[in-house]
């Protein structure tokens, strides 16, 4: 079946949906070319659109595919910084909190993630997209790696 036989609200609802999960691809390509301030610091406006994006709208468990630890914190600048530098492959987000390990790793394990003892990271079902960070316990930070939509 070609999209010309779609009703028009199926062709919006899919087109909104493919907006909705990946927000951050015209902002970053937009987001214009890095500056310098006058103390001579160098500003990259991608990561500062980025960043203005995600203080508006934190990223929700939709985007993210799981649903996070309790007092998770999302470290904002240097998640909106990872998002700019890997686009448009991964969209990275970056979390701090503060939990034993293994309950963190039963926590996305009862969501359907699966532990990879030799990467040590917890794969998404696809097994291309991941959580790493794993390496303290207890686990002060991880970082959330999925694919654009």
Same mark, same amino acid.
């Given at each position: 079946?070609?999209?010309?036989?779609?009703? *028009?609200? $199926?062709? !919006?609802?899919?087109? =909104?949906?493919?907006?909705?999960?990946?927000?951050?691809?015209? #902002?970053?390509?937009?987001?214009?070319?890095?500056?310098?301030?006058?103390?001579?610091?160098?500003?990259?406006?991608?990561?500062?659109?980025?960043?203005?994006?995600?203080?508006?709208?934190?990223?929700?468990?939709?985007? *993210?595919? $799981?649903? !996070?630890?309790?007092? =998770?914190?999302?470290?904002?600048?240097?998640?909106?910084?990872? #998002?700019?530098?890997?686009?448009?492959?991964?969209?990275?987000?970056?979390?701090?909190?503060?939990?034993?390990?293994?309950?963190?790793?039963?926590?996305?394990?009862?969501?359907?993630?699966?532990?990879?003892?030799?990467?040590?990271?917890?794969?998404?079902?696809?097994?291309?997209?991941?959580?790493?960070?794993?390496?303290?316990?207890?686990?002060?930070?991880?970082?959330?790696?999925?694919?654009?939509?």
């Amino acid at each position: 079946m070609s999209l010309s036989h779609l009703p *028009l609200c $199926v062709l !919006l609802a899919l087109s =909104s949906a493919s907006a909705m999960a990946d927000r951050f691809a015209k #902002i970053v390509e937009e987001g214009g070319e890095p500056t310098v301030t006058k103390g001579g610091n160098l500003v990259n406006q991608k990561r500062v659109a980025v960043q203005k994006e995600l203080t508006q709208r934190p990223p929700t468990a939709q985007e *993210l595919g $799981v649903t !996070l630890p309790p007092r =998770s914190t999302l470290v904002l600048e240097q998640t909106a910084r990872q #998002i700019a530098q890997y686009h448009p492959v991964w969209r990275v987000y970056e979390y701090r909190m503060n939990m034993p390990r293994q309950a963190f790793i039963e926590h996305f394990q009862q969501q359907g993630l699966r532990f990879d003892v030799h990467a040590n990271n917890l794969k998404f079902g696809n097994g291309d997209e991941f959580i790493d960070g794993l390496t303290q316990d207890p686990m002060t930070s991880f970082r959330v790696w999925r694919r654009p939509q």
